[in-house]
């Protein structure tokens, strides 16, 4: 194997047993006799085509940008250390907050044939086993400053849509 081979098959973490897709990978190696990177680098190339051009393209990227975090999310909630669950709730908070902007740059950008290309790229990104994810990266210079900054009014508005929904369903009784 090359030199850059074996860098990325560690930064990937290819053979670390507490990885999700290493079972897999390591039966799939086994059974094609083709290395790990190969293969992802393979499955990798496939996935980008069919963002770029399949029927199901929103579906996949969804998939991809929630069930693997969810999973991690659910095995963080499970563990006894907080660092995981800080990692989780951040990607979550980011997430959210690139989806009420997605909501509305989609209506533009949907007609982009790399859209969702694109979008499942960043979703990655930002759950990357990395110190320095995109989810880390965007919260610490733009959603936690705006967050300290304005406090007060978020939770003026929160405590606003709250009265006011506990008066309609308390009058709907």
């Known amino acids: 194997m ?23 990978l390591a039966k799939a190696e086994d059974a094609s006799k083709v290395k790990r990177l190969h293969l992802l680098l393979g499955v990798a190339g496939f996935l980008s085509f069919y963002l770029i051009i399949g029927h199901a393209a929103e579906l996949l990227c969804n998939l991809i940008g929630f069930a693997y975090p969810a999973y ?4 963080a909630i499970e563990s006894t250390n907080k660092d995981d669950d800080t990692k989780w709730l951040t990607y979550w908070v980011v997430c959210a907050a690139f989806h009420i902007v997605d909501f509305f ?20 990104w930002c759950y ?3 110190e320095k994810n995109g989810s880390i990266i965007i919260y610490q210079r733009f959603l936690r400053p705006f967050f300290l900054q304005n406090r007060a009014q978020i939770q003026g508005v929160v405590d606003d849509v709250v009265n006011r929904a506990a008066t309609k369903i308390a009058k709907s009784n």
């Open 2 to 24: 090359g030199n850059w081979q074996e860098e990325w098959d560690e930064k990937l973490r290819l053979h670390d047993e507490t990885m999700f897709l290493t079972p897999l």
């Open 72 to 75: 991690q999310s659910i095995k």
């Open 105 to 124: 740059s989609n209506m533009v950008l949907f007609w982009c044939p790399l859209y969702w290309l694109m979008k499942c790229i960043f979703l990655i």
């Open 128 to 130: 990357l086993p990395i």
